[in-house]
């Protein structure tokens, strides 16, 4: 099956400071990739549609200058989240469609902590 | 897309049981997909059914779908202690992102 990485799988930051996340599609071209947050034990919430070679979509209520999505590539879409506060501890996922454009492959995710 | 909403939101069952989780959703579908997380880690694909499907079966899952009530169940036959974890479902329009329900905390004792 595709395989997604997603690099760190933890982060500890300070309140001010901004944030990479990487996601890379290893075994397949991923036009397209998802940005998913989770709190615990709740529902992952969709934050923006990254399409390779243009501007994200992004759901209502995420700030797009504070989640900052760049894709580059057809294998690598990176999330930054510029002057992270405490409130934005959260665990990140992305996820990629395969060929077949219909189930999703996700990376391990990434559990943001600021300090 | 569409989101799932499953049930129960908890489950708790022993070893050797079988585990039941329900999903409805809202809008029509072309398929629907049913998706396992361990605790801190990323989602799995486990099946997809599609809107002319009304059952399907991969290794000790079963899926069912049914479109007139737009519901659809995942049963675990001879659960493990590894099946553990937590079960989403999500209704997918092509090329569309899928949005998750809270999903279904499933623990499996031995």
């Known amino acids: 099956g595709a395989v997604v990485s997603q690099h760190p799988s933890r982060v500890i930051c300070k309140s001010g400071t901004s944030v990479k996340i990487e996601c890379r599609s290893l075994?397949?071209?991923?036009?397209?990739m998802f940005w998913y947050r989770q709190f615990p034990k709740q529902s992952l919430m969709l934050m923006a549609t990254?399409?390779?070679?243009?501007?994200?979509?992004?759901e209502q209520g995420v700030e797009k200058d504070k989640f900052l999505i760049n894709h580059a590539s057809l294998t690598l879409s990176t999330l930054t989240v510029t002057s992270a506060h405490p409130e934005d501890s959260s665990f990140y996922i992305c996820s990629a469609t395969g060929t077949d454009n219909e189930k999703l492959f996700f990376g391990s995710g990434t559990q943001l902590s600021v300090l | 897309s569409q989101q799932g909403e499953e049930d129960p939101q908890a489950l708790s069952i022993q070893e050797g049981e079988n585990a039941t989780m329900n999903c409805s959703y809202k809008t029509s579908i072309n398929n629907l997909q049913w998706y396992r997380q361990n605790s801190g880690r990323g989602l799995v694909h486990l099946i997809l059914?599609?809107?002319?499907?009304r059952e399907k079966h991969s290794g000790r899952l079963r899926v069912t779908l049914d479109t007139s009530k737009k519901s659809s169940s995942l049963l675990i036959t001879a659960s493990r202690a590894a099946d553990t974890a937590s079960y989403f479902c999500a209704g997918n329009q092509a090329g569309t992102a899928l949005i998750f329900g809270k999903g279904t905390t499933l623990s499996v004792s031995s």
């Open positions: 990254s399409n390779e070679g243009s501007k994200a979509t992004y």
């Open positions: 059914i599609r809107s002319n499907e």
């Open positions: 075994d397949f071209q991923a036009t397209t």
